[in-house]
């Protein structure tokens, strides 16, 4: 699958921004798909997934702030991201699971989309 992620920018502290990642393939919805991030000088991290039948899961830091959704009708999974901090920023990836992987580990990652870039300013 071939994802395509969109929706950054820069936005205040405690302001919201919408990434959407758009897939391709018939296959989409038996996807687990998700979010990781980069911030300057520091290791990619996952920030969020949601399972193919729409279970999601949260990163500790970003819990109660960011919801992440999908929509298998349009091959799209979307991260909804509110009260936003100064350590939000970073570039933001897709990701869509290799089939039978439980743990969101990038070695279980088989797509990576191209990142967006989320830059909150105080």
């Known amino acids: 699958v071939q994802l395509q992620a969109s929706g950054g920018g820069l936005v205040q502290v405690g302001g919201s921004l919408r990434l959407s990642c758009a897939a391709s393939?018939?296959?989409?919805?038996?996807?687990?798909m998700g979010w990781f991030r980069q911030a300057p000088g520091k290791s990619r991290a996952f920030v969020a997934g949601?399972?193919?039948?729409?279970?999601?899961v949260y990163a500790d830091s970003v819990k109660g702030r960011f919801t992440i959704s999908r929509d298998n009708a349009k091959n799209t999974v979307y991260l909804q991201m509110n009260s936003l901090k100064p350590e939000d920023t970073a570039v933001y990836y897709c990701?869509?699971?290799?089939?039978?992987?439980?743990?969101?580990?990038?070695?279980?990652?088989?797509?990576w989309g191209r990142g967006t870039l989320v830059t909150v300013s105080s």
């Open positions: 990701a869509a699971k290799i089939p039978g992987q439980i743990t969101w580990y990038e070695t279980n990652i088989g797509s």
């Open positions: 393939g018939r296959t989409f919805s038996s996807y687990d």
């Open positions: 949601v399972t193919w039948s729409g279970t999601p």
